[in-house]
């Protein structure tokens, strides 16, 4: 089926039932890509209220579960934060996940460095990779969901708004309030 076909009113019901029970996917989805963006589009603003945390040795101390000491800067997300500590060789900087669990809070370096704007850059980089991953899984999730439900109706024309909106999150560059103005429709 070509995509700028219109959709008939059984792909109209699918997306619509589709977005809502992927609601929270897609809702999560989005708050990672806006999170990256936000650090992408301030990156220097960032790294240098990292490093300005690190000279007054502010933030609580964290405990990595490679045995890493070090003391908390900024979050970058929900669940990732930027941390520093003195070595040897100078100020390190590390993205540090932290991931509560019912067995305790799983905290994992990401990345470290000395310079805090690659430790950010690369952060973001890696990210995007994880955004593509999850955007590819979503959409995989969709078309399983779709098939289950809709047997043997060609449901492509609905997987593929998704799988666009979700790559626009992923790359896009405008505000949010332009974004939401140009939503995929189907």
């Not at 806006?34 to 589009?41: F, L, P």
């Not at 790294?47 to 101390?61: I, K, P, T």
């Not at 060789?89 to 305790?104: I, M, N, Q, T």
């Amino acid at each position: 089926m070509n995509y700028y076909e219109k959709p008939t009113a059984l792909q109209e019901q699918a997306y619509t039932e589709a977005k809502q029970q992927f609601a929270e996917h897609l809702k999560q989805f989005k708050a990672n890509c806006d999170a990256i963006h936000h650090i992408e589009s301030n990156l220097q603003t960032i790294a240098n209220d990292v490093f300005s945390a690190a000279h007054q040795s502010s933030g609580r101390v964290i405990h990595t579960d490679d045995g890493t000491q070090c003391q908390h800067a900024i979050d970058l997300t929900k669940i990732t934060s930027v941390c520093h500590r003195r070595t040897a060789a100078g100020l390190e900087f590390a993205v540090v996940e932290c991931l509560p669990l019912k067995s305790g809070e799983m905290k994992d370096v990401l990345n470290s460095g000395h310079d805090a704007s690659e430790v950010l850059q690369t952060f973001a980089g890696d990210q995007r990779q994880v955004l593509t991953l999850w955007k590819n899984d979503v959409t995989a999730q969709i078309r399983e969901h779709l098939e289950e439900k809709y047997p043997h109706q060609d449901m492509n024309i609905v997987v593929e708004s998704f799988d666009i909106k979700l790559a626009r999150d992923i790359s896009r560059r405008e505000t949010v309030a332009q974004n939401q103005s140009h939503g995929v429709r189907i």
